[in-house]
């Protein structure tokens, strides 16, 4: 077992010490529902309809419909479904926008030509990572185990005479959770088959985004806008993991995953008033890909009766890009009681990219995003959203989106791969439905609204890779409580 000790602590040279997936690709490339409490409300199918400073992320021309500055600001509750795991609460408070549009009248009283040139800028998350697991692993009945990927991962690299091993079967050996017959030169690891598992998870942090926008109003038909966004990336994953054997042999392994960087990108933005008199109106938006420079770090612990093994992983860097983003859109009014939207987009996830920062690294990353080109796919969003106003300075909102799963069926984790990682399993997330509700009161000058969004969403969860293993069901459902205050003057 000597050797094993060696290549722990020689980890940290190896060339390919990585661990990014096609699941990270899919997570730091998807967003939530977020924005100011009367984006939410309407489900965000505002894009068409404009006139609230959240429009900007989404459609940069919205911003356009805007004839009085107008500033927000937002906060909200967040509650996951399960107890607070891992040292986490289940219930956390965020600061979720804070944004101002400027209007610079032109004085085109023919109500030709160039009406408005209005100027905006907006913080908002565009992504909650906030999630906590605790489930029993189903169908392992003393016959599968992540023991046997670990002893499979350890025979490859023993009999193919490797001085650096992946961390997990190194860890694995060292600790005892492996079975080891010294008469043998070839496969001599074994693993063991469990009785029972159990595996609990903490996801935090957020991806957040400014945007700094400008639009352009013209003749009231026409509004035109783009915005230049930055964002900044704080994703951390807290787990553990423990089997009992079916010789009531335990081990458990906690792991933990950091990932922080920034990055930008342009959106660009038009909506039409097709006929003069009539308040129907479409849009268009095309996002670029996000260019992302990221910096992950992460480490492991292994614990059984007999000893406890740690270790954890330098940061290292990368390039991460997502793709492109194109959304359409449609909104009508009736009078100053009635509002109608409606929008879909499409992002391509399998041409999400990871590239690496030197040559060392080019054949893991390679490797990596075959992957995704293969077991990513198209993902589609359809929002719809409906506001009513019974009287005068007061709305009530419903809105609904379906997400679908930017995952093909069948997809697996790769753990050969997994390099300074002992994180085995992975998820093939569902459709996410969202249904939201709110509520809006306008005052003289200003504006209180009041939004909550319940996010639905199953997945099959997978302990580890074995083809004959069936998957354990988990949810990810969610709800959100939130408050804006507003502005315009």
């Given at each position: 077992m000597k050797k094993i000790l060696i290549t722990v602590i020689s980890l940290a040279t190896s060339a390919a010490a990585f661990a990014q997936t096609q699941y990270d690709a899919a997570e730091f490339a998807t967003s939530d529902l977020n924005g100011t409490a009367r984006y939410v409300g309407?489900?965000?199918?505002?894009?068409?309809?404009?006139?609230?400073?959240?429009?900007?992320?989404?459609?940069?021309?919205?911003?356009?419909?805007?004839?009085?500055?107008?500033?927000?600001?937002?906060g909200s509750l967040l509650f996951t479904n399960e107890d607070g795991q891992m040292g986490h609460d289940a219930t956390r408070a965020s600061f979720d926008q804070a944004g101002i549009v400027f209007t610079m009248n032109q004085g085109n009283r023919n109500k030709k030509g160039l009406q408005f040139i209005n100027f905006g800028v907006n913080y908002q998350k565009k992504k909650n990572h906030f999630s906590n697991v605790d489930l029993d692993v189903q169908g392992l009945?003393?016959?599968?185990?992540?023991?046997?990927?670990?002893?499979?991962?350890?025979?490859?690299?023993?009999?193919?005479?490797?001085?650096?091993?992946?961390?997990?079967?190194?860890?694995?050996?060292?600790?005892?959770?492996?079975?080891y017959d010294e008469t043998k030169t070839v496969?001599?690891?074994?693993?063991?088959?469990?009785?029972?598992?159990?595996?609990?998870?903490?996801?935090?942090?957020?991806?957040?985004?400014?945007?700094?926008?400008?639009?352009?109003?013209?003749?009231?038909?026409?509004?035109?806008?783009?915005?230049?966004?930055?964002?900044?990336?704080?994703?951390?994953?807290?787990?553990?993991?423990?089997?009992?054997?079916?010789?009531?042999?335990?081990?458990?392994?906690?792991?933990w995953y950091d990932t922080n960087g920034d990055g930008f990108d342009v959106k660009l933005g038009m909506i039409c008033r097709p006929i003069a008199d009539s308040p129907f109106r479409f849009g268009v938006s095309v996002h670029?890909?996000?260019?992302?420079?990221l910096e992950d770090a992460n480490g492991s612990t292994v614990r059984t009766e007999k000893t406890e093994i740690w270790d954890a992983a330098d940061a290292?860097?990368?390039?991460?890009?997502?793709?492109?983003?194109?959304?359409?859109?449609?909104?009508?009014?009736?009078?100053?009681?009635?509002?109608?939207?409606?929008?879909?987009?499409?992002?391509?996830?399998?041409?999400?990219?990871?590239?690496?920062?030197?040559w060392e690294n080019d054949e893991y990353f390679r490797v990596m995003n075959d992957k995704i080109e293969d077991q990513l796919k198209t993902q589609h969003t359809l929002r719809v959203g409906l506001e009513i106003k019974p009287i005068t300075n007061f709305a009530v909102r419903f809105g609904y989106n379906y997400v679908s799963s930017p995952i093909k069926e069948g997809a697996w984790k790769d753990g050969s791969l997994n390099g300074y990682n002992c994180e085995t399993d992975y998820t093939n997330w569902k459709g996410t439905n969202r249904f939201t509700c709110g509520l809006g009161y306008r005052f003289n000058g200003g504006y209180v609204d009041l939004a909550y969004q319940f996010q639905?969403?199953?997945?099959?969860?997978?302990?580890?890779?074995?083809?004959?293993?069936?998957?354990?069901?988990?949810?990810?459902?969610?709800?959100?409580?939130?408050?804006?205050?507003?502005?315009?003057f």
């Open positions: 309407l489900g965000g199918a505002l894009d068409a309809l404009g006139g609230d400073v959240s429009v900007m992320s989404s459609n940069p021309a919205g911003t356009a419909i805007y004839k009085k500055t107008d500033m927000a600001v937002t009945n003393g016959n599968y185990s992540q023991t046997f990927q670990a002893a499979s991962q350890a025979n490859y690299a023993n009999d193919n005479n490797q001085n650096n091993w992946p961390m997990f079967p190194a860890l694995m050996g060292e600790a005892g959770a492996l079975g496969n001599a690891f074994s693993g063991m088959g469990a009785n029972s598992a159990n595996y609990r998870r903490c996801t935090y942090g957020s991806t957040t985004q400014g945007d700094f926008n400008v639009s352009f109003n013209i003749a009231n038909q026409l509004f035109l806008g783009a915005s230049l966004g930055v964002y900044d990336i704080n994703y951390k994953r807290d787990s553990y993991y423990t089997e009992l054997g079916a010789d009531n042999v335990a081990y458990d392994i906690n792991n670029t890909p996000t260019w992302y420079r290292y860097e990368y390039n991460y890009r997502t793709p492109w983003k194109f959304g359409f859109s449609l909104g009508h009014t009736f009078g100053n009681v009635v509002a109608l939207g409606a929008q879909y987009e499409i992002s391509d996830l399998s041409s999400c990219h990871y590239g690496s920062l030197d639905a969403q199953k997945g099959d969860f997978y302990a580890f890779d074995e083809e004959a293993l069936k998957p354990t069901e988990i949810k990810n459902n969610r709800s959100q409580v939130m408050a804006t205050l507003g502005f315009r």
